[in-house]
Nanobody, 124 residues
Framework: QVQLVESGGGLVQAGGSLRLSCAAS????????TGWFRQAPGKEREFVAA????????YYADSVKGRFTIFRDNAKNTVYLQMNSLKPEDTAVYYC?????????????????WGQGTQVTVSS
């Protein structure tokens, strides 16, 4: 079993930055592919970014490319999402998810473990 805990959310003005953290515990957490997803009120959960075990492969949603960066520190069992140039449309609950595979995918259905989410609110 793997437990995921997100932190770092908050309220920020448009153009600002936030760094989200996803701390994993349990079974050899660093061996899992990790992704970030978000869900805004009234909308479906959507893919944001994902990173491979080694950190060598990273994928981003088109809406965040060039603004968000995903990276990981396996020694700390933590994956980060650095969010710059935030926009009001980035407002959502952000979830961290882990997958029992080295294959990086973007579908939320393919992830096995989920955190509780952290709220990000971007004011205009």
């Amino acid at each position: 079993q793997v437990q995921l805990v997100e932190s770092g959310g908050g309220l920020v003005q448009a153009g600002g930055s936030l760094r989200l953290s996803c701390a994993a515990s349990g079974r050899t957490s660093s061996t899992y592919t990790t992704g970030w997803f978000r869900q805004a009120p009234g909308k479906e959960r959507e893919f944001v970014a994902a990173i491979s075990l080694s950190g060598g492969f990273k994928y981003y949603a088109d809406s965040v490319k060039g603004r968000f960066t995903i990276f990981r520190d396996n020694a700390k069992n933590t994956v980060y999402l650095q969010m710059n140039s935030l926009k009001p449309e980035d407002t959502a609950v952000y979830y961290c998810a882990a997958r029992r595979s080295i294959v990086v995918v973007m579908s939320s259905r393919e992830y096995d473990y989920w955190g509780q989410g952290t709220q990000v609110t971007v004011s205009s």
